[in-house]
């Protein structure tokens, strides 16, 4: 973190910040005409002037993920099914998503990733069961 600012982190703060300045989202890989794979992420994102928060962020989930600064932005997307990404959601078990629409896609990322878990990880060679999208 910069020495600029020798603010205290905490996970209420991350959980602000993510309501403020983050974003859920869930990739979906497919072929053709089948879905093969799902991979919920959240990123957060900060201007380069506040790029102590996503630092911050880093620094509390555990992780060392690699913070992107596309332009005048920093971005730390966390993979929800990787071990950042079970710290992440262990504080929102705690302290969820205040704004309604972070809220629906908590619980939407919530559902995908018990999916994902569910799922065989290999049938006849295949990396993922494959389903038919209609």
Not at 58 to 70: E, F, H
Not at 91 to 110: D, F, M, Q, R
Request: aromatic share 12%.
């Amino acid at each position: 973190m910069s020495n600029l600012n020798r603010f205290f982190y905490t996970t209420q703060m991350l959980v602000g910040f993510s309501d403020g300045d983050g974003g859920w989202s869930v990739k979906i890989t497919k072929r053709k005409d089948q879905v093969i794979g799902f991979a919920p992420s959240f990123s957060f994102t900060q201007a380069i002037v506040n790029m102590d928060v996503l630092e911050a962020a880093q620094a509390l989930l555990g992780g060392n993920r690699k913070i992107r600064t596309p332009g005048n932005s920093g971005i730390f997307t966390v993979s929800l099914n990787t071990e950042i990404g079970v710290n992440f959601l262990k504080i929102l078990a705690s302290y969820p998503p205040i704004i309604t629409t972070h809220y629906e896609a908590y619980l939407i990322s919530l559902e995908v990733l018990a999916f994902v878990k569910k799922r065989p990880q290999q049938i006849e060679g295949q990396l993922y069961l494959p389903l038919l999208i209609t």
